[in-house]
């Protein structure tokens, strides 16, 4: 396991008080909802910049699906490309 570092953050008293009642419900601690939350936050950020990075390597390659490839995806989901 990777040693843990202290970070401060800052939060209205709202937010806060919201945490405070999850870590109560859940009997966790606010430091490790919140450092949960963050992880949660970093992967799907990083996931979601990585796919972008591939979507415009194929763009710039000039990979875009055909007329025919389109119109049967929309055929599968039943929507009406015209």
Request: charged share 30%; net charge negative.
């Given at each position: 396991?990777?040693?843990s570092?202290?970070?401060?953050?800052?939060?209205?008293?709202?937010?806060?008080?919201?945490?405070?009642?999850?870590?109560?419900?859940?009997?966790?601690?606010?430091?490790?909802?919140?450092?949960?939350?963050?992880?949660?936050?970093?992967?799907l950020?990083?996931?979601?910049?990585?796919?972008?990075?591939?979507?415009?390597?194929?763009?710039?390659?000039?990979?875009?699906?055909?007329?025919?490839?389109?119109?049967?995806?929309?055929a599968?989901?039943?929507?009406?490309?015209?």
């Amino acid at each position: 396991m990777s040693q843990s570092v202290t970070m401060s953050i800052r939060l209205d008293q709202q937010l806060k008080t919201r945490l405070e009642k999850i870590a109560k419900a859940t009997q966790r601690s606010k430091s490790y909802l919140a450092s949960q939350a963050v992880r949660e936050f970093i992967e799907l950020n990083e996931w979601q910049i990585q796919e972008i990075k591939e979507a415009i390597k194929e763009a710039d390659a000039s990979e875009f699906a055909t007329d025919g490839e389109v119109q049967e995806i929309s055929a599968k989901w039943g929507i009406n490309g015209d």
